[in-house]
Each structure stands twice: as structure tokens, then as C-alpha cells.
């Protein structure tokens, strides 16, 4: 009942019924920039940030949409995801492309970091996709779909000059779209030492108030067999298919258009990791930024009963090749 009541609640309702009423107005102003920037050479590629939840990507995506020039789906932006080229604009001209300074999240939501904040904004990719599957297959793709998403972002990196950085670790089950739509694009794979990925996504769906067996975040191509599992296998084998798909997929780009950044490399290491990401992307700082001060560290949090059960699951499966057979 509270939720009903509460003020701010209905301000977003208004806000999204003016911005919906606004959708075919702002889609003429934006459709001579789209028509004219999406005909040039794309100047940068976009950059994906994938890989399993709970492997450090959203503090990775934080600083460098913080520190370094480059451009990135911001809350306001997501307001506009029917209006993409314009919600960009709009930022530029309220932000100045100024760093964030944000390094908070719940589990990937800045909205209490401001509009400024970086967003996954899954909302964008569902203006072409299913919400209730991640995995995309060649027979899902339809070249209206490419030519829009194409035209679309090579508008706003071209007329910006910038490139883009996406966080939405459902891309990494959408190689095969993406391949399609850039395939010069670049790829920064997070991983983490699983029993600790796992560990972190339990914790996650506990914290969050989900059901322990009830399937949470990315969906590889075979959650609905996983959906099936217990708690402790779905969870393993959630991060197993995950990583098992964007290998696969992987070979459809150049290898050096693939990054592998691990969760430790985000610790002691973090300095390095931040100049590996910047020559990867090819990029400089932004003029002025606060410093992230990341602090992560791996313990064993859970009871010695559930890690060994975890254990028993990661020993099962062969995460050098990803063979299931």
C-alpha cells in the first residue's frame, strides 16, 4: 500500500506519460542527425562490458565511464530509450560529458546516484528484444532490427566522436546480434574465481528477497533446464553456460578485440587494470575526476556446508574447455 502513496511514484508516472506523448516529436527533430551521422564511417567502436553477474563489472563500468573520455548510457539517457540519439544530446547539453563521480550501486542500479549516473538500460535493447529470454539466436535477428541498432549508435559515437561504453551483461548472450550489427566491436569478458561468484550471488538473491531456487539475472540459452536445479547446481552451472556462450560466440570477432579482466585485477592491481582498459579502448582521461577508491576483497562468507556444496558442483564440470558432454 505504501508504494501507492508515495508522491514520488506518481511524479514518474506523469514524468513517463509526458515523455511517451513526446516520443513521435522528438523522433522527427532526431531523425535528420540519425539519417546524416549513421551514413559516415563508424569512428570508434562500441565497447561491451560481459560476462556472469556478480564478477565486478559495475564498479569496472563506474570508473571507466568516470575517468576516462568516452560515452556511456547514463539515467537520463534511459529515459529516452525510443529517443536514443536525443537522450544523448540532452545529457550532453545539461552534463557537458562531465565525469559522474559515482562508484555506488544496488547491484547495478545508480538511480540514487542521479541522472548522470551510468545505466544498464535494458530497456534499449527491448525496444528489438524478448524480455523474458537473453540468449539470441541467428533465427531471432531481423535485419530491421540490425539497420535501427546500427544506425542508431554509429549516430551517437559519430556525432559525439567518442566511443561507447555499454554494461549489460545480457550482452554477452547476444554476440551473435551484435555480430551482426558491429562486428569490429570490442568486448571486456569479466571473470571471477567462481566459488566466490557464486558464493556472491547467493548472497545477492538472499539480500534482494528472492527464493533461493528461483532463477536471478543473465539467462543463458538453457535456463529453463536450469530453472529445474537446486539452488546450489543452478547457480553453478548459471555461470558455466554464461561464460560456456560468450566463448563460443567469441570467435565471430577478432581475438584481439576480446579483453579478459578478472575480479582480482580490480584490487591492489586496479591502476593497471584502468591503463590496460584505456589502451584497449583507445582512449584518453577526462580533464577532471575523482579517483575511485575500490576496495574488494575475497572471503568465505557462507557456512562450510553450502561452500562444500558449491565445491562439489564446480568440480563436476570442465571450466577449461566448457565441455558439458
Same mark, same amino acid.
Given at each position: ?36 551521422? *549513421? ?18 563489472? &559495475? ?13 556511456? @548510457?547514463?539515467?537520463? @539517457? ?5 529517443? /536514443? /540519439? !536525443? ?23 545508480? =538511480? ?22 537473453? /540468449?539470441? %539466436?541467428?533465427? %531471432?535477428? =531481423? %535485419? ?20 561507447? @561504453? ?12 551484435? *555480430? ?7 568486448? $571486456? ?15 545477492? +538473491?538472499?539480500? #534482494? ?29 548459471? #555461470? /558455466? ?8 560466440? *567469441? #570467435?565471430? !570477432? ?9 575480479? +582480482?585485477?580490480?584490487? +591492489?592491481?586496479?591502476?593497471? &587494470? ?6 584497449? #579502448? ?17 572471503? $568465505?562468507?557462507?557456512?562450510? &556446508? ?20
Amino acid at each position: 500500500m505504501t508504494k501507492y502513496l508515495n508522491p514520488k511514484n506518481y511524479i514518474r508516472f506523469i514524468l513517463n506519460k509526458i515523455l511517451t506523448s513526446l516520443i513521435p516529436i522528438i523522433s522527427i527533430w532526431e531523425k535528420k542527425y540519425i539519417k546524416r551521422y *549513421s551514413a559516415q564511417g563508424l569512428k570508434h567502436q562500441p565497447i561491451f562490458i560481459i560476462g556472469a553477474p556478480r564478477t565486478g563489472s &559495475t564498479i569496472l563500468y563506474q570508473t571507466l565511464t568516470n575517468q576516462l573520455d568516452v560515452l556511456y @548510457v547514463d539515467n537520463l @539517457v534511459c529515459r529516452f530509450t525510443q529517443n /536514443f /540519439f !536525443f537522450g544523448f544530446w540532452l545529457s550532453d547539453k545539461l552534463f557537458k560529458q562531465k565525469a559522474h563521480n559515482c562508484f555506488k550501486s544496488n547491484y547495478g542500479d545508480t =538511480t540514487k546516484c542521479g541522472c548522470h549516473a551510468p545505466s544498464e538500460c535494458g530497456s534499449y535493447w527491448y525496444r528489438w528484444l524478448p524480455t523474458n529470454k537473453h /540468449f539470441i %539466436d541467428y533465427s %531471432d535477428i =531481423t %535485419d530491421d532490427m540490425v539497420k535501427e541498432i546500427r544506425a542508431e549508435m554509429t549516430a551517437v559515437i559519430n556525432y559525439f566522436d567518442k566511443p561507447l @561504453v555499454f554494461k549489460n551483461l545480457n550482452a554477452g548472450q547476444r554476440l551473435r546480434l551484435l *555480430s551482426r550489427c558491429f562486428p569490429e566491436a570490442k568486448f $571486456i569478458f569479466m571473470k571471477r574465481e567462481i566459488i566466490f561468484a557464486a558464493q556472491s550471488i547467493l548472497k545477492a +538473491k538472499r539480500k #534482494i528477497g528472492i527464493a533461493d531456487n528461483e532463477f536471478w539475472s543473465v539467462m543463458p540459452k538453457n535456463y529453463k533446464v536450469l530453472e529445474t536445479l537446486n539452488l546450489y547446481k543452478q547457480i553453478i552451472h548459471q #555461470i /558455466f553456460y554464461i561464460e560456456k556462450q560468450i566463448l563460443e560466440d *567469441s #570467435i565471430l !570477432f577478432k581475438s584481439n578485440n576480446f579483453l579478459t579482466i578478472d575480479y +582480482k585485477d580490480l584490487g +591492489k592491481e586496479f591502476d593497471d &587494470t584502468l591503463n590496460i582498459c584505456k589502451k584497449f #579502448i583507445n582512449v584518453k582521461d577526462k580533464k577532471k575526476f575523482e579517483i575511485a577508491e575500490v576496495k574488494l576483497t575475497e572471503t $568465505i562468507s557462507l557456512n562450510n &556446508t553450502e561452500i562444500e556444496k558449491f565445491i562439489n558442483e564446480i568440480d563436476k564440470l570442465d571450466w577449461k574447455n566448457y565441455n558439458d558432454n
